[in-house]
């Protein structure tokens, strides 16, 4: 287990051991794709779990006994499932843990803008109280764009569609919900007060959030980022809310985390949350035993529940 982002790891030593295997966990928070390599060439792992750490080529190659790489999570792009193919090895995850923890965080940034909450709560501990500065919105007025429709795509707009506001849609997919609107994505930018991000990360979405993106947003929209953060060019971003472009940006992931710039964090405009949309008791709960029991099944000449991949071998025996 190559880290985590949670206090122990008892259940998954509960798991592995129950099923007769040995758990070795690397330290919590995640480090160098050098050191995970260096670690699976000393281990021999049959399996691989990893929540944010790099498993990249060379610590799959390295793992001569290697089966399954589980990712703690639900995106791919800290694993080179290319790679793991190739060898005849299984990439799986656990793609619907979290739908309702991210739909939620990402409503409850939206609300927290539209309302003025974060703003105007610190502003109270500072001592002003001013409503007459209150700046607010009135959501079922507000146009959200979602790009990204896949499972928490549709459970977000699910959850907005009572609030009464138009919803737009960007997905590469044939988008069959009555409820919404596909169009192009130059289209959603124009003509969204509010664009949430719930795409994954791809060669294709990588940075797909640009200053010329920006600049085809509404003035004064609100941009919300809960899915990965190299989707968005963080420097392009600050330019375009200090600029005044737009009214404001609720970021639960960030290009360059854990660490915050500094152009960032000082903006009153710029909504910050530390990764943790897919976060709940219950939901933790539920990521770590599925993963684990995905890698028992594998390990036990099962095949897994979600797989991700398609070996060019089969399974190792």
């Not at 703003?119 to 500065?133: A, F, T």
């Not at 939901?283 to 993963?291: D, F, G, M, T, W």
Request: proline share 7%; with cysteine.
């Amino acid at each position: 287990m190559t880290d985590f982002a949670w206090p122990d790891t008892h259940i998954e030593a509960q798991i592995i051991g129950a099923a007769g295997f040995e758990l070795v966990c690397g330290p919590a928070s995640p480090v160098a794709a050098e050191e995970i390599a260096r670690l699976a060439r000393g281990h021999q792992p049959a399996a691989i779990l990893t929540c944010w750490a790099q498993v990249n080529a060379q610590a799959i190659a390295a793992a001569q006994d290697l089966r399954i790489v589980a990712r703690l999570g639900v995106g791919l792009d800290n694993i080179d499932v290319a790679e793991a193919s190739r060898r005849g090895i299984l990439v799986t995850n656990v793609p619907d843990y979290c739908v309702e923890e991210v739909s939620d965080h990402a409503l409850a940034l939206v609300l927290a803008w539209s309302r003025g909450i974060a703003r105007h709560g610190l502003e109270v501990r500072q001592g002003h109280w001013e409503p007459g500065s209150a700046r607010l919105k009135r959501l079922s007025e507000l146009t959200v764009g979602i790009v990204g429709f896949g499972r928490i795509g549709r459970r977000t707009a699910e959850k907005l569609r009572p609030w009464g506001c138009p919803l737009l849609v960007n997905d590469p997919g044939k988008v069959k919900d009555p409820h919404v609107r596909q169009v192009d994505l130059n289209e959603l930018l124009s003509s969204s007060d509010v664009v949430i991000i719930h795409a994954p990360l791809t060669p294709e979405t990588r940075a797909l959030f640009n200053a010329a993106r920006f600049a085809l947003m509404r003035p004064g929209a609100l941009v919300v980022n809960v899915s990965r953060g190299p989707i968005v060019d963080t420097g392009a971003l600050v330019h375009a809310l200090a600029s005044g472009h737009l009214g404001g940006a609720a970021l639960d992931v960030l290009d360059t985390e854990p660490v915050v710039p500094q152009a960032l964090a000082e903006l009153p405009t710029a909504l910050l949350t530390p990764h943790i949309a897919f976060s709940s008791d219950a939901s933790l709960v539920e990521l770590r035993r599925r993963a684990c029991e995905e890698v028992v099944r594998v390990l036990n000449g099962q095949p897994p529940h979600h797989p991700m991949n398609q070996p060019q071998n089969s399974a190792k025996p």
